[in-house]
């Protein structure tokens, strides 16, 4: 069975700090997505990972893959209050099937 | 936002009732998702489709069933509402890019069963 997990679920870091949301699966799909989701929102992608040592910035954040750990980050630097949300990892079933599992999601609160 | 729109956008029904959720694309695109959203969970499949007609059983298709008569169409019901279908249901499309494909979401049926 496929598994996506994420951790830590519930992450609270004050303004200016660095951190990092971690994503592990169990498959050997070759796509990992970002989402985020404010409350009461729909998601919002942020980022497609294809290929083992992808990496891909946008801002404060940075996500990369390693295919062969089967293990995603996404790395928040200097975190502000504005990024304060829900993120979601989400893989895809198997290579080429567009059947995506997602994580539990993390819990970003960003403190001044 | 992709020009996805679902409705209705909240619902309350009691335990029995049928339900009917519906997601509306204007851009043609060829595969269209359920999904349910729950505390810890993240989102979970329901149903899929591409193409008219052309659906399959994703994670958690039991109590519902989909159908998709027109390419921008794609219908969840629920035959008999349970409490335990009591959620946030999301739909998708699949967008095809030059290099991957994404899947963007509508902006959520909150539905509650009692």
């Known amino acids: 069975e496929l598994k996506v997990e994420q951790n830590p679920l519930f992450l609270s870091m004050q303004e200016g700090k660095n951190y990092t949301i971690y994503c592990n699966y169990s498959t050997t799909s070759d796509r990992l997505y970002w989402y985020r989701q404010d409350p009461g929102k729909s998601l919002e992608s942020l980022f497609v990972l294809l290929s083992n040592g992808a990496v891909k910035q946008e801002g404060r954040l940075m996500a990369s893959l390693d295919t062969k750990a089967r293990l995603s980050t996404l790395h928040i630097t200097a975190a502000v209050h504005d990024l304060s949300a829900t993120y979601f990892c989400?893989?895809?079933?198997?290579?080429?099937?567009?059947?995506?599992?997602f994580g539990a999601g993390t819990r970003l609160t960003v403190k001044p | 936002d992709a020009g996805i729109t679902q409705s209705p956008r909240h619902k309350v029904t009691e335990t029995g009732t049928p339900v009917t959720l519906r997601c509306h694309q204007t851009?043609?695109?060829?595969?269209m998702y359920w999904y349910r959203q729950d505390p810890g969970h993240g989102l979970r499949l329901i149903h899929y489709s591409y193409g008219v007609k052309d659906t399959d059983k994703g994670e958690v298709s039991d109590g519902y069933s989909v159908s998709r008569s027109k390419t921008e169409d794609f219908l969840l019901t629920l035959e008999s509402a349970t409490s335990s279908q009591t959620s946030v249901y999301f739909c998708a499309i699949l967008i095809r890019g030059t290099a991957t494909d994404t899947q963007y979401f509508g902006p959520g049926t909150r539905l509650t069963v009692l």
């Open positions: 989400a893989v895809d079933k198997a290579i080429g099937d567009n059947d995506m599992r």
């Open positions: 851009e043609n695109h060829r595969y």
